[in-house]
């Protein structure tokens, strides 16, 4: 029973954790047709700038009020980054769906190079609060704090991703362009504002999953984002691609999936599993769980 | 990126060119269509009996075993990506799976001759069928979405078939350190220094097999629908041509030469790593295609030696003394191969839309903008 709890607690802070990436792509990848690898880029430069911010930052720490400001730090600097990326590289491109990925695959290789270029290839120690560093009983089993932090995080980044969408005016622009950018564009509402807007957004939840995926793991490494990031693909493709809240169902479907199959069976094969599923989803229902890439075309 | 790469044309084709002088003002293409292929075979053909030592481009001799065994290399890719342009150039499918077909018969061919001590030949034989079989079975699948989603599924699988090497659950595939070649089951020509040329013969023939088979391919009615595919695929749907087996058997003869030329590079490199597995050997397959040309005859082939012949010398740079000299804010990113690829992939979007190929047609549209420019003020 106490395995079970631990797994399925394990399994939601990794669900947690492909939600907070997955999330930004699949409202990327919805708005604008462009998959973007560069968001495991993002991932590394918040991870690596929440790491650099504990250490050198003067207020920073890792703990307490220190640690949120290096998150905080970290999220800007993945923020920043974003919106770099969309004005410098993605936005000269517009309409030319295949040069975007093609330069946001450029990015993930070489970000990811230049971080191991400063920081060295060997896993950094990531700094971790007191207060959630210890573990906790649940119905018998001891879960580490950080699990639980994860879930809440993500959690309140669904809720304001889902408030984003519903109540404020980019949000509703956001939603059309998804639906039908040609006719938003037709109205005369200006549609690139709003994909800086979501480049940035997805910047800042990488980043902040670069921040908690130090957590997770402890360390953090440069091409972290890389690997978490092809989960969180599969995310988005068993998500349906365009929906927040099927990408959410998704994240802690393939999360939990993992934990198990990697428990119970050989370790590896929890990554295989989720393969499977994939498989099994695509073959059952054509494009994802929301059934809207069918149509799509790069 | 699909403008003006077009070049796959019959021979014939090039009179049309020539019976509307208003839209081309070029000459008529006076050299026929066999040439271009037979000049290249020739100086392939020929290079191992040649003793011209290439300072600073190559390091001993042309017909020197390590320059034969770069060459060799180099042609092995060079096929690889002309099977991966089958699918991203010529039938417009975006696979980030590609490196796993060629792991696939690489990897086999290396466990029939090591565990199971089966000869090369057989080896070879079951590892080509059976990575044409998985490409068909994954393509199946996976071309039930289209687009980028299909990139993502096609990366999934790859990377699914990435884990399963590195971490090895049966002990068999050696984790990262790979598996190297058996060399009682292969035959004498192909073990030992002195045999190199031998392998850079069987690179030679990769590589025209490769190129061969696609450019057939790409002439038969197949090749028009992919092109038609490649141009607007709903339109070739409602033509009354149902698209997906043309992108199926596109997917399975582009894995099947995948495999192959895992095989082959199996023998050429003496062993097989799990580099060969990663989603990033699959981007660089597609950094040279995008480098040379996509849908161009000799783009990938081009775009593969050059990316290939560039990537060594680098390393060998990184490895002498010649960087040690810079700041170590330069050298630093520029130990990074990966940095450097990533970067080049950035500047190629940017630069050089089209790639190498399509270089002489830019330079010359220049030269006669300007030409009009003088004559005409």
């Known amino acids: 029973m106490s395995t079970v709890v631990l797994l399925v607690v394990t399994g939601l802070g990794l669900g947690a954790l492909y ?17 973007n690898f560069a968001h495991g880029a993002f991932l590394s430069i918040g991870a690596y700038a929440t790491w650099w911010a504990s250490v050198h930052l003067p207020g920073a720490g890792p703990d307490g009020l220190g640690f949120l400001v290096s998150v905080a730090f970290g999220v800007a600097a993945g923020t920043l980054a974003a919106t770099l990326v969309e004005l410098g590289v993605i936005r000269p491109l517009y309409g030319r769906h295949r040069e975007q990925i093609l330069v946001t695959v450029g990015l993930s290789l070489a970000v990811p190079a230049l971080v191991q270029a400063v ?13 959630v560093s210890g573990t906790v009983p649940l119905l018998g089993a001891a879960i580490p704090t950080d699990r639980f932090l994860l879930i809440a995080v993500a959690a309140l980044v669904l809720v304001g991703l889902l408030l984003f969408g519903s109540r404020t005016r980019y949000g509703l622009i956001v939603r059309a362009g998804v639906e039908d950018r040609a006719m938003v564009t037709a109205l005369g509402i200006d549609v690139r504002r709003s994909f800086t807007l979501v480049f940035a957004i997805g910047g ?23 690997s978490l990031l092809i989960f969180a693909f599969i995310v988005v493709v068993i998500g349906g691609t365009t929906s927040t809240v099927g990408c959410a169902v998704a994240s802690v479907a393939v999360g939990l999936i993992q934990q198990f199959a990697n428990y119970y069976t050989v370790a590896g094969l929890g990554d295989i599993a989720v393969v ?13 769980l929301a059934g809207v890439t069918a149509g799509r075309v790069a | 990126m699909n403008v003006d790469t077009d070049t796959n044309r019959a021979p014939g084709t090039s009179a049309t060119a020539a019976a509307t002088p208003v839209a081309d003002v070029r000459r008529p293409r006076r050299v026929p269509g066999w040439a271009a292929p037979a000049v290249v075979a020739v100086l392939l053909l020929t290079l191992p009996f040649s003793t011209l030592p290439l300072p600073g481009v190559l390091e001993g001799t042309l017909n020197s075993p390590a320059t034969l065994h ?39 061919a290396a466990l029939l001759m090591g565990t199971l001590e089966l000869p090369l030949l057989w080896s070879a034989l079951i590892a080509v069928v059976s990575g044409t079989a998985l490409s068909l079975v994954l393509g199946a699948v996976s071309l039930r979405v289209s687009g980028i989603a299909l990139a993502m599924v096609t990366l999934a699988f790859a990377q699914a078939g990435s884990i399963l090497v590195i971490r090895d659950p049966g002990r068999l595939t050696g984790g990262e350190e790979g598996l190297s070649l058996n060399p009682d089951t292969v035959p004498g020509a192909f073990i030992g220094v002195v045999n190199t040329v031998n392998l850079y013969w069987l690179a030679v023939a990769y590589a025209a097999v490769a ?57 050429v490199a003496g062993g097989v790593t799990s580099a060969i597995t990663t989603a990033e050997f699959t981007l660089t397959l597609l950094v040279m295609v995008s480098l040379g040309g996509a849908g161009t005859r000799w783009g990938p082939l081009l775009g593969a030696v050059v990316y290939t012949y560039v990537d060594h010398r680098l390393l060998q740079l990184a490895a002498s003394d010649v960087f040690d000299t810079l700041p170590s804010a330069v050298r630093a990113p520029l130990s990074q191969p990966l940095f450097i690829l990533g970067t080049l992939f950035v500047l190629l979007v940017f630069f050089f839309p089209g790639g190498l190929t399509a270089l002489p047609g830019r330079v010359r549209a220049a030269l006669r903008d300007r030409g009009r420019a003088t004559t005409a003020p």
């Open chain 1, 204 to 226: 800042a939840a990488a980043a902040l999953a670069g921040a908690l995926g130090g957590l997770y793991f402890g360390v953090i490494t440069p091409f972290q984002g890389t």
């Open chain 1, 276 to 288: 499977i599923v994939l498989a099994a989803v695509l073959l059952t229902r054509r494009g994802g």
């Open chain 2, 70 to 108: 770069l060459l060799a290399t180099c042609l092995v890719f060079g096929g690889l990506a002309t099977s991966y342009d089958l699918l991203y150039g010529r039938v417009g499918l975006l696979s980030f799976g590609h490196a796993l077909y060629f792991a696939a018969g690489a990897y086999l």
């Open chain 1, 119 to 131: 920081w060295g290839a060997d896993p950094l120690q990531f700094p971790r609060p007191a207060l």
């Open chain 2, 211 to 267: 190129v061969g088979v696609v450019w057939w391919l790409g002439a038969t009615p197949v090749g028009r629908v992919w092109r038609g595919i490649r141009a607007n695929e709903q339109r070739v749907s409602v033509l009354g041509v149902n698209p997906y087996p043309y992108k199926l058997a596109a997917f399975t003869v582009a894995g099947g030469l995948a495999s192959l030329g895992g095989v082959v590079y199996l023998l």
């Open chain 1, 19 to 35: 939600f907070l990436i997955a999330s930004g792509l699949s409202l990327i990848f919805g708005l604008m047709d462009v998959l």
